[in-house]
Each structure stands twice: as structure tokens, then as C-alpha cells.
């Protein structure tokens, strides 16, 4: 079968179920679906339409980025879009089964929005919500919308036309039009991805890997649930590219979904004649294998993930020799993200030059954050580079602006930055971002509010890298266990006078002297509070309190003292 | 020498299959000119079961940390008999597979509870408070995170979701999820839990 033809079959398919009499409800069933208790939805949803005799497909999708709004169902008449119901209960579905399945009325007072071709009265589309009208999504094009067990939605949504477009084309092409396209590695140092594909491509030795970096972080595992071939194609035409013949998926073992989607999605492929020998009747062969790791920070570093596949201590080593000259067995191996192997597949189904025109100069595409903390509407969002953090917190995270409640917002999770509501007007790319002291790496962007003190949260965001740490360097492993001393006595009233200078020098020293990212991050957290909110610890330290009244110990004993 | 040879023969044997060991045990018996000897039951149980669980490995160091967690999904724990069978199996020393088990936060090496308590502690949590709910159940069941109670019937742990934005503070017992915790329902959620 040709491509041209598994693509017809796969349309055909996609339109009939489109077009089908039966109604379809669609079930958001990834991880952050499956906590707000999408898994009982879905069974009641199944008895309850056995029970009244109706015919109707339940189709299970992933993550459509409204978290906030879990557990989600979509349902869908023929010919009509999709209508987005949120936090749907037992006796909603109930009602939804009688009032629109049954009797054709839409409930527009229980819709959130409508999804696809085609307008529904009383409820607005997808694009026209306030949380998606700023976005442009990329890597999460599919999310939500197509069945992750089903390669023919895929294929019917445009997917592996890219793979198609680059075998046609010779493999220093691909890494070019990559390289045209200005992608950086997602992973937080923000590598150009077509550079690094051409030291690999030019590395001495024929035997090369390729990984697909699934460890760092839940973006990661919300695109593997909800579109897993996006990442898969994405991975087919880094392997082409360079010339690699295996590649491994690392993921947390923890991660189960994800990995019985991509077991199922593995599968797929090899019936459509998309892996293994001869992709697609070329002469290029490529096997991937989903290898089920650790779950600890330190192994989404590089150097870390490598020692942790070859069933080591996942301890960073020195660079160079990189990865890409000598990496997994010591062979040229290529290391990408999942979101940077997600946005490879776009750029190669579309082209270089539609990629490059969102973004910035220096940063190109979009990039997927996980927005959450004190804003009212949380959950999984992409936006173009070089969006204001002004606009994703307030545009799209819907925070209510000159109410004060907002304080600081930290980018990058534990080892990210904090910065002031002050400087929200800064624009998000990887310049900014570094230069502010945050990370871009993790994707997660937490807003606080009034009540969040400064300094327990970079002792809280210390203790966890601290914990990390794999102990192979000494200014690392010495380093955060000195600095969440100092913390920890500056939170329970112990605060020396000079203990915010000697925080200040030890985080410039792991920034500078520590072997991987892990260390060189670690201090980000206390960097940035110290320079944005000093006053926050002088008051712990030479007042002995503390102004968002957090800190226990220092509450109780001005109490005592009064 | 020839003793050790035929020794680590049959080691190696062992490792590759229940039935080989049989076998060659009775080649090396026949060699040796005795007619044939039963392997002890409780140890042909133990080499069963280990081997039932390392079957569908090949025998290379990067299967080691997957072997771990398959040991540790069979039994809940690592015991020191796991680490055994999986050095033997890899060719590695028990030191080793023991250097690589305790370097992940994963691996536990004592019985847990029958009942294992993960609190969050994601930024978010964090925020939320997550840290008040390990205290409650830490005064409730007077254990600290990573003990287990003298009952034997919870374990806690203190883990790092990340996707808990808005249903922070998140507990999970076993595979139920208890979302937007308050310290006042830790007493009456624990008591589901016989």
C-alpha cells in the first residue's frame, strides 16, 4: 500500500465517522482527565447508554488543555461540531444523554465551547474562548481532538505527510529545512536543533541512536497521552535525517498511560509499513523501543538519561565529548524532547518558513507551558514566543489584574525563576527567560499570590533539587545541602545578618562550577526571590518575621513574645 | 579447576531457565557417576519464581533498572534475595545492582504498608498546602514519610506529580485520587482503609 492510498483510507475513515448517524461522545481521558475522575465518567456514560438501548460511539482523547474544566465530554451529532461539556458529574452525563442525545436539545447553559467546522447557537467555537484566542497550537495541534489509539485520525489530520515529504527529499535537506526553521531544543538550553542533527549526521561511525527525552516533565507526558504519533513521526524524520537506525523513547516506567499509548501507536505503525524495514517502501529502516526508566529529575539531563539507559547511576558526566559525537554505547546519539520532536513533525507536514513566522528573531515556533497556581483557568497552554507573561497570565490565565493578589510568578518549577508582578511586561523566549535568572526547561509557569512566602518557597524549591542532586560533583551536592541550611534557619528565626550575602555567593558558585543543568539551576529559585524580594528576607532575618505569615516557627514566637 | 568450571556451569545454567538447570544437574551427576538427586523443593520454588520474572530479559546491564521494577511490582519491595537472583542473572555484583537500586528514589528495600499514601508536593501542592496534610497524617498515623505503620497497614511517601494545578493539594492511596485536600478530611478518608 502506498502512502497515497493509506492516506485516502485513513480520510475516508475519519469523515465517515464524522458523517455517521450514530451520535459521538468524545472522553478526555488523559492523566489530568483521569484525577478529576474521568475513568468513572466514562463507565457510568457506557451503563447508562446499554441501559436506555441507545447506539453511540464512546471515542476516549487526550488532553485538550483545559485542565481546569476536567473531567470533559464532547458530544458530537452528525454533521454538527463537537460540543464541550465541563466538569461533568454523574447525573450531568445523565442528563446530557437525555436532553441532547435524545432529545436534540444542546444544553448551551452546560457548554463550554464548540469544537470543529460549523457554529452551534449560544455557544462560542474553541478559538473564540478567552484561555485559546491568544494561542497557536503546534505541538499540541492534535491534543483533544483525535483518538491517541487510532493511527488513522492521525493520518487524517495531516499526519505523516511529513515523513512522506522528507523521504522524497535527500537527509542534509531535512536537516536544513529544520535548520531554516529556526526550532531550538525544548529541553531549556534552547540548542538549534538542525545544528545539532548535522555534528551527529557528520559524527565518524555508522551506527547511531536517537532518543526521544520523555523525562522532563508532565508537557512531555500530555502530548505522548494525547497524540503519540506526532512525536513518533517527528522522531522518523530525525532518524532519517541523520541516519540513525534505533531509537528509544525514555519515559518514567510510572507514566503507564503514556506508554500503553505508545505501545499501541508502535503497533500501529508497524502494520502501515511506517517502522522497522523499508518506512514507507524506502530503503530507510529505523525501530523504536519505549524504554521504562526512573522517574527522578536528574535523569532528564542528557548525560544522566545516558549512564540511566545503560542501567547505571544516573550521574551526569562531564562534556564534552557531547552526546552527538559520543553518546548512548558511545555512539552518535541524538537527544530531543518530546515537544522539540512533536514540532519537528509540523515543520516537515507544513514548512520552514510557516514555522519561522511565529516568534521571535532569535526564537522561533511556539512553546507549551503548564500554567497553574493561584489564576482561574489553569491547564496546558502553547503560545508563540515572545508573548508578554503579562498576556499569559492575565489574557490566558484569566487573573484578574490590579486586584494585588498577584505576587510573583515562577517559571520553570523547581528550578526556575521568580519574578515580580512588576516585571510580568517581559517577553517569553529563551533570552529573556535566561537572562532573568528562570529556566525555560520544565514549562511550568506558577502564579502566586499575597499569602506565598518568598523565602519558604525557594526552600521548598531548594529541598527538592537538593534531594535530586546525584552527588557526583561536590559544589552541587555540598552546595544546596549549605544553602537549604542557611534557608531552613532563616525560615524557623536562626538568620545570621550576613546570611543573604553568603546565599548570594554559594548560588553563584553552582551556577558557574556545577557539572550539569541540574546544578547550575538549582540556585535559580533563591537568586531570583533575593533579587526581587529582598526585603521579604531581611524582615526573617533581622525582624524574625515573617510578612505572608507562612513560616510556622516565626508566627508562633512573635505570638509568645506579645 | 575443573570444580569451579562445572560450578559455574551450572550457575550459569540456572540462569537461563528452571528446566536447563534440571538438566544440566543431571548431566553433571550423571558425569560424576551419581545416578541423580532432587533439588530441595523450597528451592526450586525460589529459582522458579525468580526466573518466571526475568524470563522475557536478555541479559544485559541495561535491562537492569526494568528488572528492578519488575521485582519490585511482584513483591512491593526489593529483598535482598531479588538482588541476588538479578546479579546473577546480569553478571554484575550484588554491590552494583544495590548501588544502582538505592541511587533511585523508586526502589524500596523494607515491606511497605498494605496501604501506600502519596502526598504531592509539586510546586502547586506546595502552595496550597500540602505540607499541612503531611502533618496531619503524620499525627494521625504517626509515621514520617517513607516509614510504615507498626500495623503494617499504611506506608507514606512524599512524591512529585507535577500536573496537580487545579486539584491541588492531590493524594493518591493506591490508585484512588483524593483532590483539593484539607487536613480535616485526612481522618475520615484513612478510615475507608481496612
Known amino acids: 500500500m502506498t502512502f497515497e492510498q493509506i492516506q485516502q483510507n485513513a480520510i475516508a475513515e475519519f469523515e465517515a465517522l464524522e458523517l455517521d448517524d450514530k451520535p459521538r461522545i468524545y472522553i478526555g481521558t488523559a492523566t489530568c482527565g483521569r484525577s478529576a475522575g474521568a475513568l468513572k465518567i466514562h463507565e457510568h456514560l457506557c451503563a447508562e447508554l446499554e441501559r436506555r438501548n441507545l447506539d453511540a460511539q464512546v471515542i476516549e482523547v487526550g488532553c485538550i488543555g483545559l485542565c481546569y474544566l476536567e473531567p470533559l465530554i464532547y458530544i458530537a451529532k ?86 512522506a515529504r522528507a523521504l522524497t527529499m535527500n537527509p542534509d535537506e531535512v536537516t536544513a529545512e529544520v535548520s531554516k526553521s529556526g526550532l531550538r531544543g525544548r529541553g531549556g538550553t534552547g540548542f538549534h536543533t538542525g545544528t545539532k542533527w548535522k555534528i551527529c549526521h557528520d559524527a565518524p561511525g555508522t551506527e547511531k541512536y536517537l532518543i526521544c527525552n520523555a523525562a522532563d516533565g508532565n508537557t512531555s507526558r500530555t502530548i505522548l497521552e494525547s497524540d503519540p504519533h506526532s512525536v513518533l513521526e517527528g522522531m522518523l524524520i530525525g532518524a532519517y535525517a541523520v541516519g540513525a537506525a534505533h531509537g528509544y523513547i525514555y519515559i518514567n516506567a510510572e507514566h503507564t498511560l503514556a506508554i500503553a499509548r505508545l505501545k499501541t501507536a508502535l503497533k500501529q505503525m508497524e502494520n502501515y509499513m511506517l517502522s522497522n524495514d523499508k518506512v514507507l517502501g524506502s530503503n530507510f529502516c529505523f525501530q523504536i523501543e519505549v524504554k521504562g526508566g526512573a522517574g527522578d529529575l536528574i535523569c532528564g539531563e542528557e548525560t544522566a538519561l545516558i549512564q540511566s539507559m545503560e542501567g547505571k547511576r544516573g550521574m551526569a558526566y562531564p562534556r564534552p565529548p557531547f552526546p552527538t559525537t559520543s553518546g548512548l554505547g558511545s555512539k552518535p546519539t541524538i537527544i530531543n524532547n518530546v515537544e522539540t520532536w512533536a514540532n519537528v513533525s509540523a515543520i516537515l507536514q507544513k514548512s520552514a518558513e510557516w514555522y519561522a513566522s511565529y516568534g521571535t528573531m532569535q526564537s522561533k515556533g511556539t512553546k507549551v507551558f503548564t500554567l497553574g497556581g493561584k489564576v482561574p483557568r489553569a491547564g496546558l497552554i502553547e503560545v508563540p514566543m515572545g508573548m508578554s507573561l503579562h498576556q499569559i497570565v492575565y489574557d490566558i490565565g484569566g487573573a484578574v489584574p490590579d486586584s494585588g493578589d498577584l505576587k510573583a510568578v515562577l517559571i520553570g518549577g523547581t528550578s526556575g525563576g521568580c519574578l515580580p508582578a512588576s516585571v510580568l511586561s517581559m517577553p517569553v523566549d529563551y533570552e529573556h527567560i535566561n537572562a532573568a535568572g528562570a529556566n525555560m526547561g520544565s514549562g511550568n509557569i506558577t502564579v502566586t499570590d499575597s499569602a506565598t512566602c518568598m523565602v519558604n518557597l525557594a526552600k521548598h524549591c531548594l ?64 537568586l531570583t526571590t533575593i533579587r526581587h524580594f529582598r526585603e521579604e528576607y531581611e524582615a526573617h532575618v533581622k525582624r524574625k518575621r515573617c510578612p505572608a505569615k507562612r513560616c510556622s516557627k516565626l508566627i508562633s514566637s512573635s505570638v509568645m513574645g506579645t | 579447576m575443573s570444580q569451579f568450571y562445572s560450578y559455574y556451569k551450572l550457575e550459569d545454567a540456572a540462569n537461563t531457565s528452571f528446566k536447563l538447570l534440571e538438566k544440566s544437574i543431571n548431566a553433571y551427576y550423571h558425569q560424576i557417576g551419581i545416578k541423580s538427586l532432587p533439588i530441595p523443593l523450597y528451592h526450586q520454588k525460589m529459582v522458579k519464581n525468580a526466573m518466571s520474572l526475568m524470563e522475557q530479559f536478555a541479559r544485559h546491564r541495561s535491562n537492569l533498572i526494568p528488572l528492578l521494577r519488575r521485582f519490585q511490582e511482584a513483591k512491593k519491595f526489593l529483598s535482598p534475595e531479588a538482588i541476588t537472583d538479578i546479579s546473577n542473572f546480569l553478571d554484575l555484583s550484588e554491590n552494583d545492582v544495590y548501588s544502582v537500586a538505592s541511587f533511585y528514589n523508586q526502589f524500596r528495600f523494607a515491606r511497605p504498608g498494605n496501604h501506600i499514601i502519596k502526598v504531592c508536593f509539586c510546586n502547586t501542592c506546595y502552595l496550597q498546602g500540602s505540607e499541612s496534610i503531611l502533618e496531619s497524617i503524620e499525627s494521625e498515623l504517626n509515621i514520617r514519610p517513607g516509614q510504615t505503620t507498626c500495623d503494617l497497614k499504611f506506608s507514606m511517601e512524599k512524591v512529585t506529580f507535577a500536573d496537580c494545578s487545579v486539584l491541588a493539594p492531590l493524594m493518591v492511596i493506591d490508585q484512588d485520587v483524593y483532590t483539593k485536600m484539607t487536613p480535616a478530611r485526612i481522618k475520615e478518608v484513612l478510615a475507608r482503609y481496612t
Open chain 1, 78 to 163: 452528525s454533521g454538527r461540531p463537537r460540543i464541550c461539556y465541563s466538569q461533568v458529574t454523574i447525573s450531568i452525563v445523565s442528563q446530557l444523554i437525555t436532553d441532547y442525545i435524545i432529545n436534540d436539545n444542546h444544553r448551551p447553559d452546560l457548554a463550554v465551547c464548540s469544537i470543529g467546522k460549523g457554529r452551534i447557537d449560544g455557544i462560542p467555537g474553541l478559538a473564540d474562548l478567552p484561555m485559546f484566542q491568544r494561542q497557536v497550537r503546534i505541538a499540541l495541534r492534535n491534543c483533544g481532538y483525535i483518538d491517541p489509539a487510532n493511527i488513522n485520525h492521525y493520518i487524517a489530520c495531516g499526519g505523516y505527510s511529513g515523513l
Open chain 1, 463 to 526: 529541598s527538592f533539587t537538593q534531594a535530586e542532586s546525584c552527588g557526583k560533583c561536590v559544589i552541587c551536592r555540598e552546595g544546596t545541602s549549605q544553602m537549604l541550611e542557611i534557608l531552613t534557619d532563616i525560615t524557623e528565626g536562626k538568620g545570621k545578618p550576613d546570611d543573604i550575602e553568603l546565599l548570594l555567593e554559594l548560588g553563584d558558585g553552582l551556577k558557574v562550577g556545577a557539572l550539569c543543568a541540574l546544578g547550575k539551576t538549582a540556585p535559580n529559585p533563591v
